[in-house]
């Protein structure tokens, strides 16, 4: 929790993408497995509340919870960034990436949810 709360208080710098928090999100995929499932539900509401303009500190967050395998949560916040990108051309690449990105992400869950599935059959 700690953990979590840490990454909340951080100071952000100008531009959102450039502070602290971005800088440390990507070291996150290297904790302990018990502790990411610990803070996870925190982790999941803060990456919720990521204003829509920290693209990178977004993609952070993603990146985090498809390395924990939490692919429904990585999917969630690839379609929040995407859908506050603004309209137009300018955009579309970034949209189109995002969008692959957080196909991926479905995917992923949907495997995970079969193979669950077939363990608890086995196990029967």
């Not at 995407?82 to 949209?95: D, I, K, T, Y």
């Amino acid at each position: 929790m700690r953990a979590a709360q840490w990454l909340a208080v951080l100071e952000d710098g100008p531009g959102h993408d450039q502070g602290t928090r971005a800088r440390c999100l990507p070291g996150c995929t290297n904790w302990p497995a018990d502790l990411y499932r610990k803070i996870e539900p925190d982790l999941v509401a803060q990456a919720a509340q990521v204003s829509a303009d920290a693209i990178m500190r977004s993609c952070s967050f993603a990146s985090l919870f498809g390395a924990f395998g939490n692919y429904t949560a990585e999917r969630r916040v690839l379609e929040q960034v995407s859908s506050a990108l603004p309209p137009g051309q300018h955009f579309q690449r970034v949209a189109d990436s995002l969008a692959t990105l957080a196909e991926g992400a479905r995917l992923n869950a949907n495997r995970q949810t079969r193979a669950i599935r077939e363990g608890e059959r086995r196990s029967k």
